[in-house]
């Protein structure tokens, strides 16, 4: 004996339900928690709308309250006491830092070859990172400025590639930074600083 086939009926109402279920499941769980987006107020009693909240960022507060840090570059620098290159392959980023006193106010332009995503921050020498301090988070291809050391510390840049080319980041700088420090997937290691009649071997 075989079965009845469904009626044509049951069909439409079988695909009706499931469309409604699917609706329902999007906008009850997948909106609250992936796009922030709670219509019914059931995300927030799930605790669903938390995982689209961005954390807060404590660096970038404390950096927010300081005055003064950054100042607009007028011009370019001619002459810089230093200069960077640094090579960024497809998703991989890279930190490097001056030792500024505080005070001490650095000319600095930095441009890519494509857009990065950046942090600008520093920490004092006593306190360490856990007093770290982020002045500027961005997406750019380029950044420039006057910028004052509010302590004794690193002072500097923190770039990303989140793009599937190379990326190749260049910075000038002029001040009186002491040294420099590179942070990259070896560790961390001093670099003495390279005046511009040697630019062009630094890497």
């Known amino acids: 004996m075989t079965e009845a086939a469904p009626s044509r009926k049951k069909v439409i109402i079988g695909g009706a339900v499931a469309v409604i279920v699917a609706a329902a499941i999007v906008v ?3 909106m609250p928690a992936e796009f922030g987006k ?3 107020g059931l995300g927030k ?32 620098i001619a002459r810089p ?4 290159t640094l090579e960024l392959g497809p998703f991989e980023s890279g930190e490097f830092k ?6 001490d106010k ?20 006593e306190g360490g990172v856990d007093l770290t301090e982020s002045y500027s988070i961005e997406k750019a291809p380029s950044q420039s400025g006057v910028y004052t050391a509010q302590f004794s510390g690193i002072h500097g840049w923190y770039w990303q590639n989140r793009t599937t080319d190379n990326v190749t980041v ?9 040294e420099s420090t590179v942070f990259s997937k070896a560790g961390e290691y001093p670099r003495a600083l390279v005046p511009p009649a040697a630019s062009d071997d630094e890497s």
């Open 28 to 30: 009850v769980f997948v």
């Open 38 to 40: 709670d219509p019914t």
């Open 45 to 76: 009693a799930l605790g669903l709308s938390v995982l689209s909240e961005e954390p807060e960022n404590i660096y970038l507060e404390r950096g927010k309250k300081r005055v003064g840090v950054l100042a607009p570059l007028e011009g370019d």
């Open 81 to 84: 006491d230093d200069v960077y």
């Open 98 to 103: 001056y030792t500024l006193a505080e005070g």
């Open 106 to 125: 650095m000319r600095f332009e930095w441009a890519a070859t494509g857009p990065v995503d950046y942090d600008m921050h520093s920490h004092p020498f």
């Open 170 to 178: 260049m910075l000038k700088a002029a001040g009186p930074m002491t």
